[in-house]
């Protein structure tokens, strides 16, 4: 039943051959000056390019960037060096492109007014906080491409995967918030850029083993490639573990702003013409914005929350007219 699935996915009569693949991959193999200089121009125009998009909060742009970025070419390299066990200079490749879309960012940062609120910019915000769901649509992503590399005739879904992986954006933004000096923010960034490297290389090596540029399995063809899937898989493991833990603690903040919404909701019914507008976390605090007149006691609103959210939380309650009420943290 496997092989006749195989079959249909990756049909022997539209595979690409062994060497035309190698050739795509590996910029170290036939006229190598030339696809090293396509390979390093387009990626800083495509680093320049993301760092202009993510710092004016530009989606098309960040495509843009994303259609013409080459750096899957060395990573999916990667994944066919190891499953023919050869030795290629992807690893190195990938590495320098990385240091060099950083430093694009960090030059980029220096652009950014002092106080700026990183946050606030959707296209930082949503690279710095990677979940379980990022790495399995990276995964699918990656198998796609594998598959329109090995087949002729799914050529064209290239760029759509270049746009559905994120590889040049979230390194932009690891220079962008290093240069802020946002080290959180930088780590969430390169999580989800060594998850969707990750994924990458892991779908592209079962792809191209299923597809049959593998070599036999031997004594010293195994201990060749043992040590590149060991280290491989640990890497996976400490992502898998890293993307779990975020998306837990997203669920959990999203659950305490309910209950907080809900509190809040209750504690400001008591003065006529109030209401909550919004609750958000923001520096390990929740903010609850309001609309009234006269801000009641905040005691009975740490009250109500007490045994709904963890103990120590800080609650911020902030009115329309700019006046800020400091709380204090729930189970005082």
Same mark, same amino acid.
């Given at each position: 039943?496997?092989?006749?699935?195989?079959?249909?996915?990756?049909?022997?009569?539209?595979?690409?051959?062994?060497?035309?693949?190698?050739? #795509?991959?590996?910029?170290?193999?036939?006229?190598?000056?030339?696809?090293?200089?396509?390979?390093?121009?387009?990626?800083?125009?495509?680093?320049?390019?993301?760092?202009?998009?993510?710092?004016?909060?530009?989606?098309?742009?960040?495509?843009?960037?994303?259609?013409?970025?080459?750096?899957? $070419?060395?990573?999916?390299?990667?994944?066919?060096?190891?499953?023919?066990?050869?030795? $290629? #200079?992807?690893?190195?490749?990938?590495?320098? !492109?990385?240091?060099?879309?950083? !430093?694009? &960012?960090?030059?980029?940062?220096?652009?950014?007014?002092?106080?700026?609120?990183?946050?606030?910019?959707?296209?930082?915000?949503?690279?710095?906080?990677?979940?379980?769901?990022?790495?399995?649509?990276?995964?699918? $992503?990656?198998?796609?491409?594998?598959? !329109?590399?090995?087949?002729?005739?799914?050529?064209?879904?290239?760029? !759509?995967?270049?746009?559905?992986?994120?590889?040049?954006?979230?390194?932009?933004?690891?220079?962008?918030?290093?240069?802020?000096?946002?080290?959180?923010?930088?780590?969430?960034?390169?999580? %989800?850029?060594?998850?969707?490297?990750?994924?990458?290389?892991?779908? &592209?090596?079962?792809?191209?083993?299923?597809?049959?540029?593998?070599?036999?399995?031997?004594?010293?063809?195994?201990?060749?490639?043992?040590?590149?899937?060991?280290?491989?898989?640990?890497?996976?493991?400490?992502?898998?573990? %890293?993307?779990?833990?975020?998306? $837990?603690?997203?669920?959990?903040?999203?659950?305490?702003?309910?209950?907080?919404?809900?509190?809040?909701?209750?504690?400001?019914?008591?003065?006529?013409?109030?209401?909550?507008?919004?609750?958000?976390?923001?520096?390990?605090?929740?903010?609850?914005?309001?609309?009234?007149?006269?801000?009641?006691?905040?005691?009975?609103?740490?009250?109500?929350?007490?045994?709904?959210?963890?103990?120590?939380?800080?609650?911020?309650?902030?009115?329309?007219?700019?006046?800020?009420?400091?709380?204090?943290?729930?189970?005082?």
């Amino acid at each position: 039943m496997l092989s006749g699935i195989l079959e249909r996915v990756l049909p022997a009569s539209q595979l690409r051959s062994p060497d035309d693949l190698l050739d #795509d991959l590996d910029l170290s193999t036939g006229d190598s000056r030339a696809k090293r200089s396509a390979f390093w121009t387009m990626l800083t125009l495509s680093a320049l390019i993301a760092a202009g998009g993510v710092l004016t909060d530009s989606t098309a742009t960040v495509i843009g960037a994303m259609i013409i970025a080459p750096l899957s $070419t060395p990573i999916m390299g990667i994944a066919l060096g190891i499953v023919r066990r050869s030795r $290629t #200079d992807s690893v190195r490749t990938v590495v320098l !492109g990385c240091l060099l879309v950083i !430093g694009v &960012g960090v030059v980029f940062s220096l652009v950014v007014p002092g106080g700026y609120d990183l946050l606030q910019n959707g296209q930082v915000a949503g690279r710095t906080s990677p979940g379980l769901l990022d790495l399995v649509a990276a995964l699918a $992503t990656g198998a796609a491409g594998a598959v !329109g590399l090995c087949r002729r005739d799914v050529a064209a879904v290239l760029p !759509g995967v270049a746009i559905a992986i994120s590889l040049v954006p979230p390194l932009v933004v690891v220079g962008v918030c290093l240069g802020q000096g946002a080290l959180w923010l930088s780590a969430g960034a390169a999580v %989800l850029f060594l998850s969707n490297l990750l994924a990458l290389v892991f779908a &592209g090596m079962v792809v191209f083993a299923a597809s049959g540029h593998g070599v036999p399995d031997g004594d010293g063809a195994a201990r060749s490639g043992r040590r590149p899937r060991i280290v491989l898989g640990a890497l996976f493991a400490v992502v898998f573990v %890293l993307l779990a833990v975020n998306t $837990t603690a997203t669920v959990l903040i999203a659950v305490w702003t309910h209950r907080v919404e809900e509190a809040a909701d209750r504690w400001i019914a008591r003065q006529p013409d109030a209401s909550v507008t919004r609750v958000y976390t923001a520096s390990r605090t929740m903010h609850v914005e309001v609309r009234a007149r006269e801000v009641p006691p905040v005691g009975s609103l740490l009250a109500d929350l007490r045994g709904r959210v963890p103990d120590r939380l800080v609650i911020v309650v902030e009115t329309t007219r700019g006046e800020f009420v400091e709380a204090g943290p729930v189970g005082r």
